[in-house]
């Protein structure tokens, strides 16, 4: 009997959401000195895009980001990561992770409708159990758990144009992982500037470049490129709400991070609702022994 185990996609959607959950951290600090949200997001993808030009330039086919079908999955891959970030200044750690990770139900119900997925009893029972993580950690005994502030509708917003977004890559499956990867960080760029533009954000004057921002800066852009080429990468090969609850290994990092550092409530409802959450993750995990990445028709 084999054991249970990660396929190499599979892996690296979890490693990759883990490392998202620690995203956070350089988003307060930097904010804390002056440097805000924004600016700090546009930035990341700016230096994002200066990291991937070489590769364009060696490997030809990522510049199919710049089709007008690609440059739409950009713009909501880098949308959700631009409302993500700004969530994160704008309301609490746990609640913009969560509120977040509602994406597996957006995705299963569009995998659902336009992949033609199968909705197993696993599946089901995964978001039956991730829906039930949120409904704690948000209230639910209080009546319906409804985001209560911006940010939490950021990241709710977020958590819906990462879902779609993630559909898209799923069905251009023959587009290499890069020309994903370069579509997010020009998308993101635009969507950065659209955010900054409306009249509820305020994206405050240029902060002041210090060798430690412009480190931070550099640091946090080539860990996005390389988080987003494993996720882009992966998503092709696995079903858009699998793919979405094994990125739940964000919860993990994003609440024992915020919990240790920023001083955020971590009680009795967290706790059992993170617990709920990761085990949506399991649930739909588990049984794959030995299974194969989903094929690209889902």
Do not use: C, K
């Not at 007008?68 to 880098?78: A, D, E, K, S, Y």
């Not at 699998?242 to 001083?263: H, I, K, P, S, Y």
């Not at 009795?268 to 993750?281: F, N, R």
Request: no cysteine.
């Amino acid at each position: 009997m084999r054991l249970s185990r990660l396929t190499g996609p599979e892996l690296a959607i979890a490693v990759s959401g883990a490392l998202w959950g620690i995203y956070w951290i350089p988003v307060r600090y930097l904010e804390a000195r002056g440097f805000g949200v924004v600016w700090l997001t546009l930035a990341v993808f700016v230096v994002g895009l200066v990291l991937l030009a070489p590769l364009l330039v060696r490997w030809p086919g990522g510049r199919a980001a710049f089709s007008p079908r690609m440059l739409v999955t950009g713009l909501l891959t880098g949308g959700a990561f631009i409302l993500y970030s700004i969530s994160i200044a704008l309301t609490e750690v746990v609640s913009a992770i969560l509120l977040f990770y509602l994406s597996p139900v957006w995705a299963t119900v569009l995998g659902r409708l336009l992949l033609r997925e199968r909705l197993t009893g696993a599946r089901l029972t995964a978001l039956a159990l991730g829906i039930g993580g949120l409904w704690v950690v948000l209230g639910g005994e209080s009546g319906v758990p409804l985001p209560r502030n911006a940010g939490d509708w950021f990241a709710l917003t977020a958590g819906v144009a990462w879902a779609f977004g993630t559909i898209r890559v799923h069905q251009d499956v023959a587009v290499a992982p890069l020309a994903h990867v370069t579509a997010l960080f020009v998308g993101g760029t635009v969507a950065t500037l659209v955010v900054a533009s409306l009249p509820f954000v305020s994206a405050g004057p240029p902060p002041a470049v210090t060798a430690e921002s412009v480190v931070i800066v550099v640091v946090v852009a080539a860990l996005s490129v390389a988080s987003a080429l494993g996720i882009l990468w992966a998503v092709r090969l696995v079903s858009p709400g699998r793919a979405g609850l094994l990125m739940m290994m964000e919860v993990v990092t994003g609440l024992a991070t915020a919990a240790a550092f920023a001083g955020e409530p971590f009680g009795a409802a967290q706790i059992v609702g993170s617990m709920l959450i990761v085990g949506a993750a399991l649930v739909e995990v588990l049984p794959a022994t030995g299974r194969l990445p989903a094929r690209p028709d889902g």
